[in-house]
C-alpha cells in the first residue's frame, strides 16, 4: 500500500551503507593505480596540474578528487589539492608504510588460491564452491601477494608483536628464534631490534624470501649476520634445531600438513623453548567478529584453517605444548589476532 | 634510518574498512541475487546446508558466507541454524511493504561503471558510447521506486504537509516519474483531482505494471514523451520532479516549459541530491557525480543553490528550500512559485 505514512518500523540507514560501501575503495584503488597520492607528496596542486602529471583527463581527474576529498583522503582549499595525513602515511611510495600491494590484491577472494579474480563474483565462486586441493607451498605467493604480507605486516602488526613479546622474561634471554615462513623477515628484525643477544633465522619456501624483499629488508635495518636467509619446504623438509623461540604468523595449515609442521617445530625447539604462533582467531561460534569471519570465507578451501583459541590449545596439547600465554592484538589487517605462546615441556 | 619498531603515528583502520566494505557490498548483492532472506523468511531456521541446497550453492562455502551474514547483522545463528534480523526480514524479502533487494542491486550494480574508473581516466571516454540504455532497466526503476517508500517519500510528505502548493494542489503532473511511487501517493490524497504520469515511453511501459501492482490504475493518467521536445501538458497546480534533473544542457528551456504548464499561482518542487558549495561532499552526492559523469558529461549533480537560480531564471519567485539530508540520501527539496501576473 502506498501512502504517505508508511515508514518502516526499522532505519534502512545501516543496509544502504553496506549497499554502497564498495564505492570508497573503487576510488581508493584507482587513486593509487594512477599515483595521484605520490604526486600531491610534493605539495598542493590544482586538478589541471594533477591531471597533467599523472597523464589523466582532467574533466573527470577534478570529480575523482572530489570524491577523494568526500572520503577523507584528500583535502581541498583554494582550489588546490593536498594529502590528509592518512593518505600521506599509507598512499605514497617509497613512504614506509605504503599500502599499494595491500590495495592491489584485495580485490580477490582467497589470496591467489581461487579461480575466482574478483569479489564481484562471490556468487559465482559459492555456486562453483572450492577450487579444490590447494598446493601448500610456493604456489600461494607471487610477488603482489608477498609485497601485501609486508605492507601488511609493518603498519602496526609487527611493532605491536614485538612489544608484546618483549615483556616476556624468556624472549630476553632467548639466542636464537627460527621465523617459519616469515615472507619479508619483518618479525625476525623487529625481534632482533629489541634482543640485543637474539640471532634469527628467516625459514621459507625457495624463491618466497624474494619475493617479499626479505634482503633488502635485512639491509635496510642493518641487521646482517644477525638476522640469515635459510630457504627449504617446511612442510616436508628438515628446519633445523637448536632454537630457543620458533615464531609463526599468518600461516594457516590443517590436519595432517598443521600435525606435520608442529611436531617439526616441537624438535627444533630447545627444552622450555617456545612456540609463539600469530594467527587470526575466531570465536568457538564462528560468527565474531566480523573481519574474521570475512577472512575465514576469504580461504577458498574445504576445511577450516581459522581456529578458536581453544581450538588452538588442543591441536598444540597434543603435540607436547602448553599454552603459556595468550596476548590479543587488534593491529592486523586481516582481523583481531592472537598471539598465542606455547612452551615446549621438558621431558 | 627510523627504527623497524616504531609504529605508523596514525591507524590505517580507514583504509582497511574501505577495503572491506567493498566485500560487503558484494556480499549483501549476492545474499539479495540468491534470495537467501526471502527463503529464510518462508520457513524460518534453516542449516547452512538446507538454504545452500535451495540457493543451489555449495554447502561448505554457504555457511562460511551465512556467517558473514551474522557479523554484519543480517541474520541470526543459534544452534546451527539460520534466521532473519529485524533488519533483513523488513528490507531484504520479496514482496515486503519495504523491500529494498532491488535498490541494493542497483546500488551495487553501478560498481560496474566505477570499474570503468580507470579506462574513463586515461581516453576521457564516456560509458555511454559504450553501453545500451542502463539507467533503466527493472532493476534500476524498482530500486528507484524502493529508494522513494523507504526514506524519500515519507519524509518529503511530512516535510511538506504545511505548504499550501503542496496541500491544496488539484492537478498534478509527476515529470520523470518513472515507477510512479510518488504519483500514486498523489492520487490518495483528497484534495487531488488530476495526477500525470509523464516519463520516456519504455518507462512508462514499467510504470502501468508496477502501478497497476497497487491497482492504481485507473487513478493516474500516464503519458509518454520526451520532456525536452513533447508538450507536457497545462493547467497544473504542482509540478514535482524527483532524481530527474542531472542534466546540464537544456535545463532552462525545460524549466521554462514547466513554468508555461503551471496556472498562476501554481508551484515547482524539485527533489535531488545535491553536492556541497564545494562539490566534495557529501559522499554519497560526490560519487554518484563521479559516475554519472564517467557515463555522460553532459550529467552532473547540482548544489543546492544552482536549482534556486536556474529556478529564478526561469520566471519562479518565492524560491524556499527544505533540507530532507540523510547519510544514505543526500536529498534537498527545492521549491518555486509561479505568481499570479497582476496579483
Not at chain 2, 511501459?205 to 508496477?210: N, R, S, V
Request: with cysteine; glycine share 8%.
Amino acid at each position: 500500500m502506498i501512502t504517505s505514512d508508511t515508514m518502516p518500523g526499522v532505519s534502512p540507514t545501516r543496509i544502504c551503507g553496506m549497499a554502497d560501501s564498495y564505492q570508497s575503495f573503487q576510488v581508493l584503488s584507482t587513486a593509487v593505480k594512477h599515483d595521484i597520492f605520490t604526486v600531491l607528496s610534493e605539495g598542493s596542486k590544482s586538478a589541471e596540474e594533477i591531471a597533467h602529471e599523472v597523464g589523466t583527463d582532467s574533466y573527470i581527474t577534478k570529480k575523482l578528487l572530489n570524491a577523494l576529498v568526500s572520503i577523507g583522503l584528500l583535502a581541498k582549499g583554494s582550489g588546490k589539492y593536498s594529502n590528509t595525513p592518512l593518505a600521506e602515511t599509507f598512499l605514497v611510495k617509497e613512504k614506509p608504510f605504503y599500502q599499494e600491494n595491500c590495495i592491489k590484491v584485495a580485490k580477490t577472494i582467497s589470496y591467489g588460491t581461487s579461480l575466482y579474480d574478483d569479489w564481484a563474483k562471490i556468487g559465482e565462486a559459492l555456486e562453483q564452491g572450492p577450487p579444490g586441493v590447494v598446493d601448500w607451498g610456493p604456489g600461494l605467493f607471487d610477488e603482489s601477494f608477498s609485497l601485501a604480507m609486508k605492507e601488511g605486516a609493518i603498519h602496526g602488526e609487527v611493532q605491536a608483536t614485538a612489544e608484546v613479546l618483549s615483556n616476556y622474561t624468556w624472549f630476553g634471554n632467548a639466542k636464537k628464534l627460527l621465523d617459519l615462513g616469515g615472507t619479508h623477515g619483518l618479525y625476525a628484525i623487529a625481534f632482533t631490534d629489541k634482543n640485543p643477544l637474539l640471532e634469527a633465522v628467516l625459514f621459507d619456501f625457495p624463491g618466497v624470501p624474494a619475493l617479499g624483499n626479505a634482503k633488502k629488508h635485512i639491509d635496510q635495518y642493518e641487521m646482517n649476520g644477525r638476522v640469515t636467509i635459510q630457504e627449504g619446504d617446511f612442510i616436508r623438509g628438515d628446519i633445523g634445531d637448536g632454537y630457543d623461540i620458533v615464531f609463526i604468523s599468518h600461516v594457516y595449515l590443517q590436519g595432517d600438513t598443521l600435525d606435520a609442521v608442529v611436531s617439526k617445530i616441537h624438535d627444533a625447539l630447545n627444552g622450555n623453548g617456545r612456540f609463539v604462533l600469530k594467527n587470526v582467531v575466531i570465536h568457538k561460534n564462528r560468527t565474531e567478529p566480523f573481519a574474521t569471519s570475512l577472512f575465514d570465507l576469504d580461504f577458498w578451501i574445504d576445511e577450516n584453517v581459522i581456529f578458536s583459541i581453544d581450538e588452538y590449545a588442543d591441536l598444540m596439547e597434543a603435540h607436547g605444548f602448553e599454552l603459556e600465554s595468550v596476548a590479543k592484538i587488534v593491529e592486523c589487517a586481516y582481523g583481531p589476532s592472537a598471539i598465542l605462546v606455547f612452551k615446549k615441556e621438558v621431558e | 634510518m627510523s627504527s623497524i619498531n616504531e609504529p605508523p603515528e596514525i591507524s590505517p583502520e580507514p583504509i582497511d574498512e574501505m577495503i572491506n566494505g567493498y566485500k560487503v557490498s558484494h556480499i549483501l548483492n549476492t545474499a539479495v541475487e540468491k534470495g537467501v532472506f526471502t527463503r529464510l523468511s518462508e520457513s524460518r531456521n534453516k542449516s547452512a546446508e538446507e538454504v545452500a541446497k535451495e540457493i543451489g550453492t555449495d554447502p561448505r562455502s554457504t555457511e562460511k558466507f551465512l556467517n558473514v551474514l551474522v557479523t554484519l547483522g543480517l541474520l541470526a545463528r543459534s544452534n546451527g541454524s539460520y534466521d532473519n534480523t529485524m533488519e533483513a526480514e523488513t528490507f531484504l524479502v520479496e514482496g515486503r511493504p519495504h523491500y529494498m533487494g532491488n535498490y541494493v542491486r542497483m546500488t551495487v550494480g553501478s560498481n560496474m561503471l566505477l570499474s570503468f574508473l580507470d579506462m574513463v581516466l586515461e581516453s576521457g571516454a564516456s560509458l555511454q558510447d559504450h553501453m545500451d540504455d542502463y539507467t533503466f532497466d527493472e532493476v534500476n526503476i524498482l530500486g528507484c521506486a524502493e529508494g522513494a517508500l523507504c526514506h524519500e517519500l515519507p519524509i518529503i510528505f511530512e516535510t511538506l504537509k504545511d505548504i499550501p502548493e503542496f496541500t491544496g494542489a488539484k492537478r498534478i503532473l509527476d515529470l520523470g516519474g518513472a515507477h510512479g511511487a510518488y504519483s500514486m501517493a498523489f492520487a490518495r490524497k483528497d484534495s487531488v483531482s488530476e495526477v500525470t504520469l509523464f516519463d520516456r515511453p519504455h518507462v512508462i511501459e514499467f510504470a502501468k505494471k508496477f502501478i497497476a501492482r497497487y491497482g492504481m490504475e485507473d487513478q493516474i493518467q500516464l503519458v509518454a514523451g520526451d520532456a525536452t521536445v513533447d508538450d507536457i501538458g497545462n493547467g497544473y497546480d504542482l509540478v514535482f520532479v524527483s532524481h530527474v534533473f542531472y542534466r546540464k544542457e537544456g535545463m532552462e528551456s525545460v524549466l521554462r516549459k514547466i513554468y508555461d504548464s503551471l496556472d498562476d499561482g501554481g508551484a515547482l518542487i524539485l527533489n535531488h541530491w545535491v553536492v556541497d558549495e564545494s562539490r566534495t561532499g557529501p559522499r554519497i552526492s560526490v560519487l554518484f557525480d563521479l559516475y554519472i559523469s564517467m557515463v555522460n558529461r553532459d550529467q552532473q549533480c547540482y548544489t543546492v543553490n544552482e536549482y534556486a537560480g536556474l529556478l529564478r531564471e526561469a520566471g519562479f519567485s518565492n524560491i524556499r528550500i527544505f533540507d530532507i539530508q540523510t547519510p544514505s540520501s543526500p536529498s534537498m527539496i527545492v521549491m518555486g512559485k509561479k505568481e499570479a501576473l497582476n496579483s
